[in-house]
């Protein structure tokens, strides 16, 4: 990587080398087991200039989201967490059944539908010609394509300018982000409102959350590189939100300069966290590579005793995240024989990388492991009720990060830490 694709500094910053790794939604299946696999290099770096955290472009949006494995509402958690955001936006942007709603990147309409039901007029602009048609199948307006500052223009001009525009888990997939950030400012009307949800860089290193790396994630926010990349445009952070998701996410909220008059104090509040922690200078960074190692000594030991011991292992869940943290590892079928998921698309097909088989998830009722090893450990309270009867068998589940811990999920409030 050559320059900051915020600012354009050179010189950047290594702060987590994870080596090199498949594109982490690239599943294979069974006819390519046989044959190689493109790795790209997988190396987070800061900008010392504008501290935007960021990899490497080796890959392009197209290589990942034209056929696209991720549909959004096979997660119930999700699609309510997106009827919440729903019911809130529309009082706080006063839209009602004249207003604009566009969503970029809005997936197979886990979003949208929920502003469809309400009488308001959106359109969704998605990339993946699978999830995209999924998406119209439930009546949700979808227009197939990537956002760039044409397709805004066009967009702007067929459907006039949005009240509200969503730009959920996408800000950080563009490579582009001086030209993303103009074209959502192209679609929004001069007193509309942005709304952007990414996971907080502030969670990521302060958890040592490094499986959220990966290839089609090119930049990691904090508030304070949020506000930069946004003023690129004319756009000014009026409120954010912390929230649980993905680990710890961050809702900034975003208006045109001539329009963003009151400035929340909870724009503030959160730069004061962050700088509390340290990571409004290069130092307070520094220190993830260490734990990231630290996190996988402990997760392969613990799988290790499992394989000397006896103990049965299986995996819930194939996301991109675990196999960041399975490649990351060295994790393989000899220590992890299959995963289950619930999306048919994976079903059959195995991880980038690590070839582990994806099954059903009926496969562990069949098989009744000791521990299931649960990879989307940010969705746990969800997870640990939907696994809860493993406990009938005396099955446990183990969440790799933040912190490994192993739970009898018929007695979840009591705990134990593995390390630490």
């Known amino acids: 990587m050559t320059s900051c694709r915020l600012c354009g500094h050179h010189d950047l910053i290594s702060v987590l080398d994870l080596g090199a790794t498949p594109p982490c939604e690239l599943f294979l299946t069974a006819d390519a087991l046989d044959s190689p696999e493109m790795t790209y290099p997988l190396h987070l770096r800061l900008c010392p200039e504008c501290l935007l955290l960021q990899i490497p472009a080796l890959i392009t949006p197209e290589d990942t989201f034209t056929d696209y494995a991720y549909y959004a509402s096979y997660s119930t958690s999700w699609v309510e967490h997106a009827g919440r955001f729903v019911t809130a936006a529309v009082e706080r942007a006063g839209l009602t059944s004249d207003s604009l709603v566009v969503e970029v990147a809005s997936n197979d309409g886990y979003l949208l539908q929920h502003v469809v039901r309400r009488g308001i007029e959106c359109l969704g602009i998605e ?24 397709v805004a223009a066009e967009v702007r001009a067929e459907h006039g300018p949005a ?45 040592a959350q490094f499986d ?4 089609e994630h090119f930049q990691y926010y904090t508030v304070l590189s949020a506000q930069r990349a946004l003023a690129t445009a004319g756009l000014t952070v009026v409120d954010v939100e912390l929230l649980p998701t993905h680990g710890g996410s961050i809702r900034v909220w975003a208006r045109p300069e001539t329009a963003a008059a009151d400035i929340a104090p909870s724009v503030q509040a959160v730069l004061d966290l962050e700088r509390e922690a340290g990571l409004h200078q290069v130092d307070g960074y520094l220190d993830l590579a260490p734990r990231a190692a630290t996190i996988r000594q402990e997760l392969l030991g613990f799988l290790l005793d499992c394989a000397k011991t006896g103990t049965t292992v299986a995996g819930y869940g194939a996301p991109g995240k675990g196999n960041t943290l399975l490649n990351f590892c060295g994790i393989r079928p000899d220590l992890l024989p299959y995963t289950v998921d619930r999306n048919p698309y994976k079903h059959g097909r195995f991880t980038p990388g690590t070839r582990i088989p994806i099954l059903p998830p009926d496969q562990i009722d069949l098989d009744r492991p000791d521990v299931v090893l649960v990879l989307p450990w940010n969705l746990r309270p969800e997870l640990t009720a939907q696994l809860a009867h493993i406990a009938e068998w005396g099955g446990r589940l183990l969440f790799p990060l933040p912190t490994l811990t192993l739970i009898d999920p018929a007695d979840r409030p009591t705990e134990m830490e593995l390390t630490r």
């Not at 998406?135 to 394509?145: K, N, Q």
Request: net charge negative; no cysteine; aromatic share 6%.
């Open 212 to 215: 959220t790396i990966y290839h």
């Open 127 to 150: 990339p993946s010609v699978n999830v995209g048609q999924a998406a119209r199948e439930i009546g949700v307006p979808t227009r197939t394509d990537f956002l760039d500052e044409k």
């Open 163 to 207: 009240d509200l525009v969503v730009a959920n888990n996408v800000y950080a997939h563009i490579p582009d982000l001086l030209g993303f950030t103009r074209s959502l400012r192209t679609l929004l009307a001069d007193d509309g409102y942005l709304s952007i949800e990414v996971h907080h860089a502030l969670n990521l290193v302060r958890e």
